[in-house]
């Protein structure tokens, strides 16, 4: 037991020592308390971070699945042109036989072992297609043997000698609808992936892609020594989960939180799907090329980008130099940067070869190889402008604009690229010789033309202004002007549909006329020469376009009536009843007066013009037809009238000038049209198969110093000239006569009169009295005189 102190100071001492143990006590109670609540609060901060990065977690998983589930892509919708139908006696040339391999990327061989490959001999093609999912199924590829006449097809064999009736090629792709940013792709699946497209990938971009969870932090530390190392970035850790997690889901921002988030959507891939569907879709989103405003993405449409073939048709160099513009398709872009491109090709190849995966002649054989890149990217929008616009207008009017640009529907129309090139060479190429001719302001002639086939209405070419490869302004659709003496055949047509009333030998007046219109004023028109004609028969007022003659008769008939045969031939737009619209002052589009003029040439049967056959999903299944549509519009034996006199237009009246451009034993119809002061040249005509319009004009609406036959004329017949035209002309209806007329009476003739040509007549109309030059003419006339 201690000594208690006795002593003042000693008692003090022992106070001051139990106050300091105290103290001492209380600070480490406060310490521990402290302890205790910083203790808890980093557990429960760490429970909280763990639970918000599970909730993240959570979220990055449902959003990797959520993406790569659902649609994956924007795909745009594809448009085709017509498949190129081959059969024995088919009017094709040589010429446009290989400019249409040309166009489908096809290759001149020595011999036509692979798909999409051709060899000649002479007028002996051997041509070894390639399979195309059509309308109607798949086509598989094979072997044809061609041979060529001097402008037909004479014979198809197959490979084992048979003869074939009808093949089709593949339809050219001309087009696509793009979503708003512009990305395009050809999706294609793991199966048709190239094995040495795989296996270079994985050399080069991700060697361990087949072992790792998504991250290889080998790479990444393997990447990081090197690039430390050479001062610079040379080498890249990411393995292909991480490239497509990148370009997949993430911007490329380049921040810490981006890389990490990068990583661990990699994992969360890598965890829930195989290394074959993380491959394709790699291989379907990795970025490989700029066309103008497109981005090019994924293996499938790089091919056809660069090489203008298929994937599975490229050979060791070309799928090298997919490879190797993995790394950066601006810096090794080989139509830009050729060396550098081929530099980072040859290197891949070494890879492969320093892996033993290719031998050492074939990376001899490869990198003497050129680039094998062809002059203009394939898959793209071509210089179809004025025709995609057109098609875009029809398919509007079933789809939803998201529809177009993002389910990759397959769109096939009746575009006709062969047409559609010489109806564009003939607009520029004519237009400007017409201008150094005629010293016309250089530059300012404009111009717009279609070509429909008759029978169908479907439009085989659309030339929208003078540079086809601009887009802008398409004058075939948009261009409203007025028509001129087009409208004539309408008046002319009206009045034979009154066969007890006129025939083609009636009587018309060729006299001055003048008429009062609303609010006064008087209209007073004028034939084209100036002067009037007197009495002339109808078929020769319409042969030499007079103006006064067709007055009078649009006037006996009404303007109502001739309002009512215009909407019968297909004109839709509303038509305001002054007789001035007796001479033109009706304005249509070119493509509503290839409408019009398309019913005529059709016997009077309208079929509404398309530039659409089918639009088909991307499995290939039928998501609308677009049948032809048929309606007998008005009846075909005054229109096959009217087209006899069309003809004798062409032969002799205001279109003869067409002859230069015309074949023998072609027969076309036609019309002329010239507005008031040589504002507007128009001519539109038809030959058995094929209607066409052409306009040129100016885009200020000054006078362009052209009638129809000196200006629009010339580009229709340098167009129609370079095209086959079917000969012959219409069946004649039943309800039509052919007699034997004397010119100078009008009345049935024979060999003796001087002058007599063969008209049509509908029955009951035609002459019934012979002409005194004729046998038994004179007691005919006599007994008609008393």
């Known amino acids: 037991m201690a000594k208690r102190p006795t002593s003042a100071k000693g008692r003090k001492k022992t106070a001051v020592k139990k106050k300091r143990r105290r103290t001492r006590g209380k600070k480490r109670a406060a310490r521990s308390t402290v302890s205790r609540r910083i203790g808890s609060m980093l557990i429960a901060l760490l429970l909280l971070s763990g639970f918000a990065g599970a909730v993240y977690m959570v979220y990055l998983d449902q959003t990797v699945k959520t993406k790569f589930e659902g649609k994956r892509w924007a795909i745009p919708a594809r448009i085709y042109a017509r498949p190129l139908e081959l059969y024995p006696g088919a009017p094709i040339s040589q010429k446009q036989f290989q400019a249409e391999l040309q166009r489908l990327g096809y290759r001149k061989a020595k011999t036509a072992k692979r798909s999409g490959t051709w060899s000649q001999d002479r007028g002996r093609y051997v041509v070894h297609t390639r399979e195309f999912d059509f309308w109607d199924g798949r086509k598989p590829g094979r072997v044809l043997d061609l041979?060529?006449?001097?402008?037909?097809?004479?014979?198809?064999?197959?490979?084992?000698?048979?003869?074939?009736?009808?093949?089709?090629?593949?339809?050219?792709?001309?087009?696509?609808?793009?979503?708003?940013?512009?990305?395009?792709?050809?999706?294609?699946k793991h199966r048709d992936l190239p094995k040495m497209l795989v296996q270079a990938l994985m050399e080069v971009e991700d060697r361990t892609f087949e072992t790792h969870q998504g991250v290889d932090p080998k790479a990444i530390l393997r990447a990081l020594w090197a690039n430390i190392t050479a001062?610079?970035?040379?080498?890249?850790?990411?393995?292909?989960?991480?490239?497509?997690?990148?370009?997949?889901?993430?911007?490329?921002?380049?921040?810490?939180?981006?890389?990490?988030?990068?990583?661990?959507?990699?994992?969360?891939?890598?965890?829930?799907?195989?290394?074959?569907?993380?491959?394709?879709?790699?291989?379907?989103?990795?970025?490989?090329?700029?066309?103008?405003?497109?981005?090019?993405?994924?293996?499938?449409?790089?091919?056809?980008?660069?090489?203008?073939?298929p994937l599975k048709e490229l050979d060791l160099p070309r799928l090298a130099l997919l490879v190797a513009l993995v790394r950066?398709?601006?810096?090794?872009?080989?139509?830009?940067?050729?060396?550098?491109?081929?530099?980072?090709?040859?290197?891949?190849l070494a890879m492969l070869h320093e892996r033993g995966l290719i031998t050492a002649k074939q990376k001899r054989v490869a990198t003497k190889a050129g680039l094998g890149v062809s002059k203009k990217g394939g898959k793209a929008g071509g210089s179809y402008h004025a025709f995609l616009d057109l098609v875009r207008r029809q398919l509007q009017r079933d789809y939803r604009e998201e529809d177009l640009t993002s389910e990759g529907l397959r769109v096939f129309t009746t575009l006709d690229p062969w047409a559609q090139k010489q109806a564009e060479l003939a607009m520029s190429q004519r237009l400007s010789r017409l201008e150094k001719g005629r010293k016309l302001p250089r530059g300012k002639l404009e111009g717009a033309a279609i070509i429909a086939g008759v029978d169908a209405g479907e439009v085989l070419a659309v030339v929208g202004g003078r540079d086809a490869h601009v887009a802008g302004f398409n004058r075939a659709l948009d261009a409203i002007r007025p028509i001129g003496s087009l409208v004539k055949p309408a008046i002319y047509l009206a009045a034979l549909m009154r066969s007890h009333h006129y025939n083609l030998l009636t009587i018309l007046q060729d006299e001055p006329i003048s008429i009062k219109q609303r609010g006064g004023k008087r209209w007073t028109p004028s034939n084209y020469d100036g002067r009037p004609h007197g009495e002339v028969p109808l078929n020769e007022a319409l042969t030499k376009s007079y103006n006064l003659a067709t007055v009078h008769l649009g006037m006996e008939l009404g303007l109502n009536r001739?309002?009512?045969?215009?909407?019968?031939?297909?004109?839709e737009r509303p038509i305001e009843l002054l007789p001035s619209m007796l001479l033109g002052a009706v304005s249509l589009s070119p493509i509503e007066v290839t409408q019009f003029y398309q019913t005529l040439a059709a016997g009077g049967f309208r079929s509404p013009l398309r530039a659409i056959r089918e639009v088909l999903r991307p499995d290939g299944d039928t998501l609308q037809r677009y049948p032809l549509t048929v309606k007998q519009a008005v009846p075909a034996a005054p229109v096959y009238l009217l087209?006899?006199?069309?003809?004798?237009?062409?032969?002799?009246?205001?279109?003869?000038?067409?002859?230069k451009y015309l074949r023998p034993r072609q027969k076309i119809a036609g019309k002329t049209g010239t507005t008031n002061n040589?504002?507007?040249?128009?001519?539109?005509?038809?030959?058995?198969?094929?209607?066409?319009?052409?306009?040129?004009?100016?885009?200020?609406?000054?006078?362009?110093?052209?009638?129809?036959?000196?200006?629009?004329?010339?580009?229709?017949?340098?167009?129609?000239?370079?095209?086959?035209?079917?000969?012959?002309?219409?069946?004649?209806?039943?309800?039509?006569?052919?007699?034997?007329?004397?010119?100078?009476?009008?009345?049935r003739g024979d060999e003796k009169c001087r002058a007599t040509e063969i008209y049509p007549f509908i029955i009951g109309s035609e002459p019934t009295r012979n002409s005194p030059c004729a046998s038994g003419g004179l007691g005919s006339f006599l007994d008609d005189f008393f």
């Open 328 to 348: 950066g398709p601006s810096y090794y872009d080989p139509r830009r940067h050729p060396k550098r491109a081929k530099k980072r090709r040859d290197r891949v």
């Open 678 to 747: 040589l504002r507007d040249s128009w001519f539109a005509g038809f030959s058995a198969d094929k209607v066409a319009v052409v306009w040129v004009g100016r885009d200020d609406n000054k006078p362009a110093g052209l009638t129809g036959s000196s200006g629009a004329l010339e580009v229709w017949g340098d167009m129609m000239g370079r095209l086959p035209l079917a000969p012959g002309g219409q069946v004649q209806p039943e309800q039509v006569v052919r007699v034997l007329v004397d010119e100078d009476s009008g009345l």
């Open 231 to 309: 001062g610079r970035v040379v080498q890249g850790g990411s393995t292909l989960t991480q490239q497509l997690v990148k370009n997949f889901y993430l911007t490329s921002e380049r921040t810490l939180i981006r890389k990490v988030n990068e990583a661990l959507m990699a994992l969360l891939l890598d965890a829930h799907y195989s290394k074959d569907e993380i491959l394709e879709a790699y291989a379907n989103e990795i970025y490989l090329g700029q066309d103008g405003s497109r981005a090019v993405h994924g293996f499938g449409l790089a091919s056809h980008f660069y090489f203008r073939r």
């Open 562 to 571: 001739v309002a009512r045969t215009l909407k019968a031939l297909g004109v």
């Open 147 to 188: 041979r060529f006449t001097r402008n037909s097809l004479n014979s198809i064999r197959d490979s084992a000698g048979r003869k074939q009736a009808l093949v089709r090629m593949e339809a050219p792709e001309i087009g696509s609808i793009y979503p708003l940013h512009n990305e395009d792709r050809v999706l294609v």
């Open 643 to 659: 087209n006899w006199n069309l003809q004798q237009v062409v032969q002799r009246g205001t279109a003869k000038r067409l002859a």
